[in-house]
């Protein structure tokens, strides 16, 4: 890993998943010691990892993954990504990186600024943070502690392929994930299109 030191599993423990619309999977959670941020990221591992597996990197997101808020994809995203891995095998890391990296109290302020207009990386400039905080230095880690430095990245974000390829991950293919757009997400969705080169189909998220 350049210049980081080797993180190391630190516990390995079975947990039954079920999610609200019944759907459920047999997980095993991974805990890390020496992860570069000292945050608490977790590495499910689902199915029958292959040589090349199926893994994306799931950024927290209390709102949606818990609380089931439309006002983002995250937790349709996370649904689907659980399901698709354990078909094909692989791991799902859940990163403890809230609000792109700047946190759930302030993830909320920018809500605050959305509903007066401005789109969720304005909102993030305007309360003087960067339009995405997140590191994935330590994602790199855990996937090197698990044996893993070629796989397939489920995701639509350019960003996540080009932090993992520079920290000695081989990328073979960036896997995009559904469009989950609502009413109350689209103009988020529209953004991540336009701010940071999301694959997503533009022309499919109108408001109309």
Do not use: W
């Not at 994809?73 to 698709?84: F, I, M, Y």
């Not at 891995?85 to 700047?102: S, T």
């Not at 600024?113 to 960067?130: H, I, S, V």
């Amino acid at each position: 890993m350049p210049d980081h030191p080797a993180a190391t599993p630190r516990s390995r423990v079975g947990v039954p998943l079920r999610f609200h619309d019944g759907y459920g999977v047999d997980a095993e959670l991974v805990t890390f010691h020496g992860l570069a941020d000292g945050r608490e990221h977790v590495a499910i591992v689902l199915g029958e990892p292959t040589a090349t597996p199926l893994v994306r990197l799931h950024s927290e997101c209390l709102t949606g993954d818990v609380l089931g808020s439309s006002r983002c994809d995250c937790g349709p995203q996370l649904r689907e990504a659980v399901e698709r891995i354990a078909e094909q095998g692989g791991v799902l890391l859940y990163l403890r990186q809230e609000g792109r990296g700047i946190g759930l109290y302030n993830k909320l302020d920018a809500y605050a600024l959305q509903d007066e207009g401005l789109d969720t990386y304005a909102a993030n400039t305007a309360l003087g943070l960067p339009e995405d905080a997140r590191d994935y230095t330590a994602a790199a880690q855990m996937l090197a502690a698990l044996g893993i430095t070629d796989l397939d990245l489920l995701s639509n974000n350019p960003d996540k392929a080009e932090q993992l390829s520079e920290l000695g991950i081989t990328v073979r293919h960036r896997v995009p994930t559904g469009v989950f757009a609502t009413d109350h997400n689209v103009r988020y969705l529209r953004a991540k299109v336009v701010h940071t080169q999301h694959t997503l189909p533009l022309q499919e998220l109108t408001a109309g």
